[in-house]
């Protein structure tokens, strides 16, 4: 029986098809999850999106010797 015959022509198209497949969920699976999140953010309110500013001495400089 050729047995190198068997292994090139089954056994190695069966792996880099199979490796393929696998990558192409990974890939699928992937792109869902990034347009479940898309919809996720588009679904948030736009008043919840902007970062709170914790430290707002920054903004408002009244006191230029407490800005330096």
């Given at each position: 029986?050729?047995?190198?015959?068997?292994?090139?022509?089954?056994?190695?198209?069966?792996?880099?098809?199979?490796?393929?497949?696998?990558?192409?969920?990974?890939?699928?699976?992937?792109?869902?999850?990034?347009?479940?999140?898309?919809?996720?953010?588009?679904?948030?309110?736009?008043?919840?999106?902007?970062?709170?500013?914790?430290?707002?001495?920054?903004?408002?400089v009244?006191?230029?010797?407490?800005?330096?």
């Amino acid at each position: 029986m050729n047995y190198f015959g068997l292994f090139f022509s089954f056994m190695m198209p069966g792996i880099i098809l199979g490796g393929m497949g696998a990558v192409a969920l990974h890939q699928e699976a992937q792109r869902r999850s990034r347009s479940r999140q898309r919809v996720r953010r588009a679904a948030v309110p736009a008043r919840h999106k902007m970062q709170p500013l914790t430290d707002r001495t920054k903004l408002y400089v009244h006191d230029m010797n407490a800005a330096a």
